[in-house]
Each structure stands twice: as C-alpha cells, then as structure tokens.
C-alpha cells in the first residue's frame, strides 16, 4: 500500500513544487518589478494549477489515514473480544 501510495503521491508532488515555484515567481517578480498584467494573471494561473495538484495528494492522504483507522479499529475490536 505505501508503494502504491508513494507512486501516486510523488508526480502530483512534483508537479505542485514546479506550478507553485513558477507561479510565485512570476507574481513576486512582478508586482516587485512592477511588471505587466498578463505576468501577474501568469503567475496565478500556475499558483492555482499547484493547487489543483495538491487536491489528489489531499483525498489520498485522507483515504489512507481512514483505512489505517478502520484497521486500528478492527484489530482492538478483536483484541477486546479475546479477553
């Protein structure tokens, strides 16, 4: 299961790194440079596909802690059913 999440997990990581990386660059470059409008709307533009990337990481993380809970939950549930 960690390989698997791991092999999902690390492209959208990339991916957010890059968008986000390039996206705060150009807005910080520009709003310092006073730069052009289309540099600013650029800039979002990538800020806001780094944020879609993150949005699988999120529903991914949260499905693997709920199923390590469920298995949490199964296993004290067997070991209260024992004593």
Not at 14 to 23: A, K
Not at 27 to 35: H, K
Not at 37 to 51: K, T
Not at 59 to 68: F, G, P
Request: with cysteine; net charge neutral.
């Amino acid at each position: 299961m960690t390989r698997h999440f791991l092999k999902i997990m690390l492209p959208f990581t990339l991916v957010f790194f890059v968008f986000s990386g390039l996206g705060g660059f150009l807005v910080f470059d520009s709003v310092w440079n006073s730069g052009s409008l289309v540099e600013v709307m650029g800039g979002a533009v990538l800020l806001v596909l780094g944020l879609f990337a993150v949005y699988p990481q999120v529903r991914l993380v949260l499905c693997w802690m709920q199923a390590a809970r469920d298995e949490y939950d199964r296993n004290v549930e067997c070991e209260n059913l024992r004593r």
